[in-house]
């Protein structure tokens, strides 16, 4: 149980156009989700805490208009990087925590290269 | 499918114990395993292993890799409440892609 997904894996995207990622708990219901971006020398960075039927919550310097999120569902979030950049590629992943509960599951991630 | 399996799923013990966590993989195109601490927000990078045998340590904690056996320890000695949190293992595969384990809650009491 607690599987969590991200689709794409993997995108290649041209600059300047906007990539749409999600994260779908599988077989659970997760009131909030969680979308980081990994840099270099392996540290991950929450970028915004997403709650199901409301606005996400970003984190300081987390451009809210560059990295749109829509949690439309107990089961899934979106994050869109629109107008993407190359400084934009990165290694994406989504987190789930379980309704009435502390666990995150992670996602497998989303590895976005912007050429 | 790929799979990293974290035991104990969760861990109660009293300041100065010495815990020892452990991390089981199965991945294709192995690459490095990572281990985080999670206390609020982002999990918090604490080692990269890539070399089987060789340890690795940062004040308290030390971690060793078992390329043969594909698993992981990690090792907290003298603990303190500061370090209950989740403990996070992955293993990064070619591709820079991360499979999560599903982490050990701990818990260390006064």
């Known amino acids: 149980g607690a599987v969590v997904s991200q689709h794409p894996s993997r995108v290649i995207c041209k600059s300047g156009t906007s990539v749409k990622i999600e994260c779908r708990s599988l077989d659970f219901q997760a009131t909030t989700m969680f979308w980081y971006r990994q840099f270099p020398k392996k540290s991950l960075m929450l970028m915004a805490t997403?709650?199901?039927?409301?606005?996400?919550?970003?984190e300081q310097g987390v451009e809210k208009d560059k990295f749109l999120i829509n949690h439309a569902s107990l089961t899934l979030s979106t994050l869109t990087v629109t107008s993407a950049h190359p400084e934009d590629s990165s290694f994406y992943i989504c987190?789930?925590?379980?309704?009435?509960?502390?666990?995150?599951?992670f996602g497998p991630g989303t590895r976005l290269t912007v050429l | 499918e790929d799979k990293v399996v974290q035991s104990p799923l969760s861990l109660v013990v009293h300041e100065g114990d010495t815990v020892t966590l452990n991390c089981s993989y199965e991945?294709?195109?192995?690459?490095?395993l990572l281990w985080y601490k999670q206390e609020k927000k982002a999990p918090t990078f604490l080692f990269m292993l890539t070399s089987s045998g060789i340890e690795k340590k940062s004040g308290r904690l030390s971690s060793i890799l078992d390329k043969k056996e594909l698993f992981s320890i990690l090792n907290i000695t003298a603990t303190q409440t500061g370090d209950s949190a989740i403990y996070l293992c992955?293993?990064?595969?070619?591709?820079?892609?991360?499979?999560f384990g599903g982490g050990t809650r701990l818990m260390v009491k006064p």
């Open positions: 992955a293993v990064e595969r070619a591709g820079n892609m991360l499979t």
């Open positions: 987190s789930a925590r379980v309704v009435l509960g502390n666990e995150q599951f």
């Open positions: 991945v294709t195109n192995f690459r490095s």
């Open positions: 997403s709650n199901e039927g409301s606005k996400a919550t970003y």
